[in-house]
Each structure stands twice: as structure tokens, then as C-alpha cells.
């Protein structure tokens, strides 16, 4: 089974050597994993809520996208998309706002911290608070419930918002009665070193003591890291590693051989100068090859925004066809279409006692599949081949008791998969086009809802 992971990148800086090693290094790492499925995407509705500079978000988004391709994404293999290219999201927003408890929202870190300065300044306390700072964790949630993520990888800051989105993906199951939502696990990496700033505090943009991952070149990186503070010990003195924020950085990016060799210069009394020679040259021989990519990416504007379409295309086809059954499943659907819930009334076919079936059967190559047809004779779904007869009976269980609103359905070129914990578990006949598609789609969904009521 592949965990989905997904995280957000709020578009509002540049990415400096801290984003490099706490969140790019890993996340692209662990974006290899053959039981990984990553979604990686920039979070620039959230960046509205932090800025109102448009340039300066425009030109962040390009910065970030480019650096995490430059940094060894596969766009081929990893989920990669702008958030305000997903309609879906604010369309969830505003599902997920009308389950929310207000209270919650009220005590959420980043609001309650600005009602308390405003307190602290004898202010009103909602004085120069929007509501999108309010929302920022809603929206938070729907980035993450749209696309059923398992595992988060956030830092500490943003637990709190995970928890919430939990909490409010649990609240919307629990009201409309069917496990519509994963609820999302947070993920702290531990083992990812935090980097020391310039000034030996976390390095953060809000601290200013950032050294550009990218931004200026060789210069601009050689010319920070001469600038990272010292004690005043001098050549030849011996100096201690552990304190030191220079050393820090080498080991986040050296080999274990290379920083012992490191470790023993300072002992040895290498002078700070020179020491921040050695640290730009091994930062460098990593940074380099990268910083070819990222001048190229960010030469080519056309070419990200092709990659990022592309990613919003990936993305779409399961936000849509998930995001339509929470439509359904509210009452929000075409007033055409026969209720299935609220009339309390049998359908037609269920009526005459014809309800969906499985056919099971083996295949060419003796492993055991069925299919499910609608009530009507229609071929539906055909099941992935088991090996084993009793896994195929399971999966039939577990159809049975699924209902429309939980199928996740992910759509193909031609046709569409049907995932169960994130793994293609069958799949429906090819259609010609998108109207045949939809037609089937929503077939398919009467028919699992006729299942599901059945006992
Ligand atoms: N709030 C996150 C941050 O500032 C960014 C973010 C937005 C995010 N949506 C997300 C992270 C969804 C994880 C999942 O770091």
C-alpha cells in the first residue's frame, strides 16, 4: 500500500539553506520511495493571507517551484501544483467552514496571538485581523482533506493545524455519516537537522539571518557565509565544534568521514576564515549543479508553468470526481437526478428486487477477479487479479459496505481506478469520452450506494 504525503509551501520568500535541509532535502527523498505517493504543492491562497504584495508573490511562486525542480523533483513522479490552480479547494473550504466550531478557530495559535498583542496594546482585540487569517487553518484542511493525504510533514508550528484538520475532517464524517475524509497524521522528521542563522538563532526569514539557498549566485553565498558570527578566538587556537553554528551547517551537509575531518581542523586551531572557506566550498559542491537547473528553470517561465499544469491536471482528477461526491452526498446535485437518501424512495430498478452483482471468474492466468454490473446489466467495474480467491471475496465485501460518498475514483486517460487505502483496486470499462465517463461515473456510484443500503 503507498501512503499518500502531502505538504504545502506558503509562497510568500525566497528559499534560504534552512528550507533546503528542513524541508526541500527530505520531502524529495522521500518522494523516491516506491510507497510513497507525494503531492507537493504551493500554498500561495495562504500567502494572501501573509502578504498583499502581488509581485512579491508572483515572483515567489516562480522561486519556489523552480527551486524544488532544480533540487531533484520528478514532476513525472510527484504530485506537483499551485493551489489556486484547484478550484476544488475553496469550493471545500466552504464545506468544511460549515461543520467548523468557531471556538476552535478562536484558539488556534496564530489568531489567538494577535488577539493578544492587540490586548497587550490596549486594542480592540480584532483590530487588523481578516478573516483569512481566521480561515488560514479551514483552508489548511481542505488542502489536505480534497486529496485524502495519510501523512503531513510539517514543522512544530503547524501540528495545532493538522490536529484541526483532523478534528473538522472527523466532524464532517461523523455529521454526514460516512467515512467521507482520511483523517491526516502530522509527521515531524526528527533526524532533519534545524540550521543555525548567521547569528546562530533558527535560521528564518522572520530573523533575518538567512543564507540564500539559491538567490545571487556563488557570490551572494560565499559573502553570507563569511558573514556568520564567531567567537574571537584566532588562528591556531583550538575551537569548539559543538558551539559552533559554522560547524552545524558543514555536518547538515558533509558525510560523516568529512565532518569528523572537520571537527578535528577546529580542534586543531583552523582559523574562522578559513573554516568559512571549507563550509562555502562543501555547501557549494552540493548547491552548484543545483543552481545550473535553477538559472535555467527560472530563464524559462514557460516551462514551469507547463510542469505546474500539468501537476494541477494530476491533482484535479481526484479533487473533482472526490469533491462531486461531497456535492451529492450535501444535497447539492442536479435537480434531474432521482434522490437517493432524502425520498426514503426504493429506485425503480431496486423496486423489480434487481440490485447490482458481482460475477466472479478467472482469468488466463488463474488468478481470481469479478466483476461488478449495475442493476440494469451494465459492466461497471473489473477487479484486479488475486491470487488468492478469498482476497478477491474480501475486496467484494468491502464494496459492498463502501457507498458513493467514500469511493475514492481516481480518473485515467480513458477510464477511471477505484482506490482503496490509496491502491488501485479496480478498475471501469474505457469510454470515449468525458459525457460516456460521467454517465458511468454516476452509475457507478448509485450502484454502491444501492449496495450499501442493502443491509
Ligand atoms: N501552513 C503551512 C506553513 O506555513 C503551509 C501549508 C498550507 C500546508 N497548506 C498546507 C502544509 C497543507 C501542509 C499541508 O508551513
Request: aromatic share 8%.
Amino acid at each position: 500500500m503507498q501512503t499518500r504525503v502531502l505538504t504545502g509551501i506558503t509562497t510568500t520568500g525566497t528559499p534560504h539553506l534552512g528550507n533546503y535541509v528542513g524541508a526541500i532535502r527530505p520531502a524529495i527523498e522521500a518522494s523516491r520511495r516506491a510507497d510513497v505517493d507525494a503531492f507537493f504543492f504551493m500554498a500561495d491562497y495562504h500567502a494572501l493571507i501573509k502578504s498583499e504584495d502581488a509581485a512579491r508573490i508572483e515572483r515567489s511562486r516562480l522561486e519556489i517551484a523552480a527551486s524544488w525542480l532544480a533540487a531533484g523533483l520528478d514532476p513525472q513522479r510527484v504530485t506537483f501544483y499551485r493551489q489556486s490552480d484547484i478550484p476544488e479547494i475553496p469550493e471545500l473550504t466552504w464545506f468544511l467552514t460549515c461543520v467548523t466550531a468557531k471556538g476552535m478557530l478562536n484558539r488556534a495559535h496564530a489568531y489567538k496571538a494577535a488577539v493578544d498583542k492587540n490586548a497587550e496594546n490596549g486594542e480592540d482585540p480584532d483590530a487588523g485581523v481578516t478573516a483569512g487569517l481566521y480561515m488560514y487553518p479551514v483552508l489548511m484542511a481542505a488542502d489536505i482533506l480534497a486529496f485524502d493525504a495519510h501523512q503531513v510533514p510539517v514543522g512544530r508550528d503547524q501540528i495545532q493545524h493538522i490536529e484541526m484538520a483532523r478534528d473538522i475532517g472527523q466532524r464532517f464524517n461523523h455529521i454526514h455519516g460516512h467515512d467521507f475524509f482520511v483523517l491526516p497524521e502530522v509527521l515531524i522528521e526528527d533526524q532533519v537537522a534545524t540550521l543555525p542563522g548567521l547569528d546562530g538563532r533558527k535560521m528564518s526569514k522572520s530573523y533575518d539571518n538567512t543564507i540564500p539557498l539559491f538567490a545571487g549566485g556563488k557570490k551572494q553565498l560565499r559573502e553570507t557565509i563569511m558573514r556568520i558570527v564567531t567567537d574571537s578566538r584566532t588562528p591556531g587556537e583550538p575551537k569548539d565544534p559543538d558551539s559552533s553554528s559554522l560547524f552545524t551547517i558543514f555536518r547538515a551537509f558533509a558525510s560523516e568521514a568529512e565532518t569528523a575531518e572537520f571537527r578535528q581542523a577546529l580542534l586543531d586551531g583552523l582559523g574562522w576564515g578559513d573554516a568559512k572557506q571549507v563550509l562555502y566550498e562543501r555547501i557549494d559542491a552540493d548547491v552548484a549543479p543545483m543552481r545550473e537547473r535553477y538559472e535555467a528553470f527560472m530563464a524559462d517561465p514557460m516551462a514551469i508553468e507547463a510542469i505546474l499544469q500539468q501537476g494541477a491536471q494530476k491533482a484535479r482528477m481526484i479533487a473533482t470526481p472526490k469533491i462531486a461526491a461531497l456535492r451529492d452526498a450535501l444535497g447539492l446535485r442536479s435537480a434531474g437526478k432521482a434522490t437517493t437518501v432524502a425520498a426514503g424512495q426504493p429506485k425503480a430498478a431496486a423496486k423489480q428486487g434487481k440490485m447490482p452483482r458481482f460475477a466472479s471468474f478467472r482469468d488466463a492466468d488463474g488468478k481470481f477477479r469479478f466483476r461488478l454490473f449495475s442493476a440494469e446489466g451494465e459492466e461497471l467495474l473489473l477487479s484486479m487479479p488475486f491470487a488468492d480467491p478469498k482476497a478477491a471475496g474480501a475486496l467484494q465485501k468491502r464494496l459492498k459496505t463502501l457507498g458513493a460518498a467514500a469511493a475514492v475514483m481516481q480518473i485515467k486517460a480513458q477510464g477511471m481506478a477505484l482506490e482503496l487505502d490509496g491502491e488501485a483496486v479496480a478498475s471501469t470499462p474505457d469510454y470515449r469520452d468525458e459525457q460516456l465517463r460521467d454517465d458511468a461515473l454516476a452509475q457507478l456510484r448509485e450502484a454502491l450506494d444501492q449496495l450499501a443500503a442493502q443491509d
